[in-house]
């Protein structure tokens, strides 16, 4: 058995085989999910699993470099985005690395996901809640 922190294997896949700024998305339960990119959908009911506690997994086996958001994620969830952005710096302190952080409009952000290798849809009701990781090199 997998002995670290994520053992979802559909995502533990998707980690390990993102290349250099390749995009994943991580989204509440009501973000539309284009049918030609992969669905990892871990959401059960409302609320679970929540996108914060997804970020914090996810982030604990994959090296990011930069994150995009939608613009109007802070003034709808400021409480959610304050803690995204948390999770973000604690990751920094962590690898040791700067995370560049790009804001568009949620359109954009939907049109985005069109080109990304997966999205992970967790049980999130909190509108906007949603996050696209570009992927990082460990070296």
């Known amino acids: 058995m997998k002995k ?3 053992l979802n294997s559909e995502i533990a896949h998707l980690v390990s085989t993102l290349g250099h700024t390749d995009e994943y ?3 509440d339960a009501g973000l539309p999910i284009p049918l030609h990119v992969q669905r990892i959908d871990l959401a059960l009911t ?3 699993p929540g996108f914060i506690e997804t970020v914090r997994v996810v982030l604990s086996e994959s090296q990011i470099e ?6 109007e994620f802070a003034a709808v969830s400021p409480e959610c985005h304050e803690a995204l952005i948390h999770e973000i710096h604690e990751e920094e302190a962590r690898s040791g690395k700067s995370i560049s952080i790009k804001y568009v409009s949620h359109e954009d952000f ?8 997966a999205v992970i849809r967790t049980g ?3 509108p906007y809640a949603n996050v696209i990781f570009q992927a990082g090199v460990v070296f």
Not at 110 to 117: A, E, F, L, P
């Open 46 to 48: 409302h609320g679970v």
């Open 110 to 117: 939907k049109m985005r996901t069109h080109d990304s290798h």
């Open 4 to 6: 670290n922190t994520l």
């Open 25 to 27: 998305v991580i989204c």
């Open 66 to 71: 930069g994150i995009v958001l939608a613009e």
């Open 124 to 126: 999130e009701c909190t």
